[in-house]
């Protein structure tokens, strides 16, 4: 069975662009949650979605979205792009979120200049 | 919100050694992982241990949730095993976002 797969691998963006980044989970899987690894602040949880609703957010602005689609692949989106943007965005998915392992795909390492 | 503390932050050890990792989080939780973070930034998962003990070749965790902490074990390391170990819990029903502590770095050296 496939891995999580995120793209693009590796993007880099000036202040004030907008980016997109695309997770598909393992198939089966319809929860998918994000997070942002920086070294300042560490894996910080941005959101989860379910069945295309998102189910929990996390304590970012709302620059910050995201969306789910009917076959469980989701995109975050992050708008008016600023330097403290500038981390490895992560994408996990598990059957049904909640409590059981979390697969994590390969990460977007986002530099923004 | 619940704090995850993670020590040591750095080890070193030589090949062959062994090694405790230690997880303290401040509250009760109903969803506890160990992740593996590789030179490249993946996250692997290593286990997904709540309660109780759990091994997986040369390594093993235990979680005393009544006592507020988790334990990864790393029995005759190799480089390989080189990289930072993440401890992440949960204590929401439901739908569970994950707070991770700041990991333990472990570099194994020939």
């Known amino acids: 069975k496939a891995g999580v797969t995120q793209t693009p691998r590796y993007l880099i963006k000036t202040r004030g662009q907008q980016v997109t980044l695309s997770c598909s989970p393992i198939?089966?899987?319809?929860?998918v949650s994000w997070y942002q690894q920086t070294p300042g602040q560490g894996l910080q949880f941005l959101f989860e979605?379910?069945?295309?609703?998102?189910?929990n957010k996390g304590n970012f602005p709302g620059r910050f979205s995201g969306r789910q689609f009917s076959n469980s692949r989701s995109e975050m989106n992050v708008s008016t792009l600023e330097l403290g943007d500038s981390a490895l965005y992560l994408c996990a998915s598990n059957r049904q979120g909640g409590m059981e392992t979390q697969y994590f795909g390969p990460g977007t390492r986002l530099l923004v200049l | 919100g619940i704090q995850v503390e993670q020590s040591p932050p750095d080890l070193i050890l030589q090949e062959g050694a062994n090694s405790t990792l230690r997880c303290n989080f401040s509250?009760?939780?109903?969803?506890l992982q160990w992740f593996h973070q590789n030179p490249w930034g993946q996250l692997i998962n290593l286990f997904y241990?709540?309660?109780g003990t759990k091994q997986n070749g040369r390594l093993s965790a235990t979680t005393v949730a009544t006592e507020r902490y988790s334990l990864l074990y790393i029995s005759s390391s190799q480089t390989t095993d080189s990289g930072v170990y993440f401890c992440?819990?949960?204590?929401?029903?439901?739908?569970?976002?994950?707070?991770f502590g700041k990991g333990t770095k472990l570099t194994v050296n020939p």
């Open positions: 241990i709540p309660s």
């Open positions: 198939s089966g899987h319809r929860s």
């Open positions: 979605y379910f069945s295309e609703t998102q189910r």
């Open positions: 509250d009760s939780v109903n969803n």
């Open positions: 992440a819990v949960g204590s929401g029903g439901g739908s569970e976002k994950l707070v």
